[in-house]
C-alpha cells in the first residue's frame, strides 16, 4: 500500500554516481527515512547465491524476492546493517560479486514486481529519500522532487575504487571501469525499468563536483519545492 500524503525525493542514477552516499547525507539532513533500493536487490542476490540457485532460472529468483526477509538497521554516518533472512550481510552486500548479481536480477520483470511493494512501504511521515535506478519513473513516479545524478565513468570508477580500497578490498581501477561500462549497459538497455531520468527530474552531472556541493544542490532543489527539514 502507498502512502501518497507522504512527501517523497527521488535520487537516481548509474553506479558511482554518488547517489547513495548524497541520498543518506540529505535524508539525515531533512530529518526523514532513507531507502538504499539497491541493497534490496544485492540482498535478494545475495539470498540467491546462498541457496544455490540458478541466475537462469527466473521463475526461483523471482519466488526467492517475494519470500526474503530483508530489514535495514540505521546506523549513524555509515551504511545501515542489513539482515537478510535474519543474518547479517556484512560485508558481502558491498562485492562487485553482489553488485553484478544485482544487476542481473534487476532486469527480470518478475523480480522486479516482487519487489515494488517492499520498496513502498518504506514511505512513512515524516517524508523518504529514495536512492535507485527506477526511484522517480516507477516506484515513486508521485514524487515531490526528483534528481538524476551523473557523472562520467572515469570518475565514477575512480570514487568506486577509492571506496572499496578504504573497505579492505582488492580491486583495479582498469577492472572497475569495465565492470561500471558493462553494468551502465545492462542498466540502460533493460526492457522493464531502464535506468533514466524521469520527465520532471533534475539532472545534476556531479562530474568535479564535491559531495557537499551536490548535497547542497539537492536541498536547494527541495527547498524551492516547499520541502524544509523536521528537526
Not at 534487476?106 to 519487489?115: C, F, G, N, T
Amino acid at each position: 500500500m502507498t502512502h501518497p500524503a507522504v512527501p517523497v525525493l527521488t535520487i537516481d542514477g548509474p553506479t558511482g554516481s554518488g547517489k547513495g552516499t548524497i541520498s543518506r547525507a540529505v535524508a539525515e539532513r531533512l530529518g526523514w527515512l532513507f531507502l538504499d533500493s539497491g541493497a534490496l536487490y544485492r540482498a535478494v542476490g545475495l539470498a540467491a547465491s546462498w541457496e544455490g540457485l540458478d541466475f537462469d532460472d527466473q521463475e526461483a529468483l523471482a519466488r526467492c524476492a517475494l519470500e526474503t526477509d530483508i530489514r535495514f538497521e540505521d546506523r549513524p554516518n555509515d551504511d545501515p546493517l542489513v539482515f537478510v533472512n535474519g543474518a547479517e550481510a556484512g560485508s558481502d552486500l558491498r562485492t562487485e560479486i553482489a553488485g553484478a548479481a544485482a544487476s542481473a536480477i534487476a532486469a527480470i520483470p518478475a523480480v522486479r514486481a516482487a519487489l515494488v511493494e517492499k520498496q513502498r512501504q518504506f514511505r512513512q511521515l515524516p517524508g523518504l529519500v529514495a536512492d535507485g535506478r527506477d526511484m522517480g519513473t516507477v516506484i515513486f513516479p508521485d514524487a515531490g522532487v526528483k534528481v538524476f545524478l551523473t557523472a562520467s565513468a572515469e570518475e565514477r570508477a575512480e570514487r568506486r575504487y577509492k571506496q572499496l580500497k578504504q573497505k579492505g578490498f582488492e580491486v583495479t581501477l582498469d577492472t572497475l571501469l569495465r565492470d561500471i561500462v558493462a553494468r551502465d549497459a545492462r542498466d540502460t538497455g533493460r526492457a522493464v525499468a531502464p535506468l533514466k531520468p524521469a520527465d520532471d527530474a533534475v539532472s545534476i552531472d556531479t562530474t568535479g563536483m564535491s559531495i557537499n556541493a551536490v548535497i547542497d544542490a539537492v536541498l536547494a532543489l527541495a527547498a524551492a519545492r516547499g520541502i524544509a527539514a523536521t528537526h
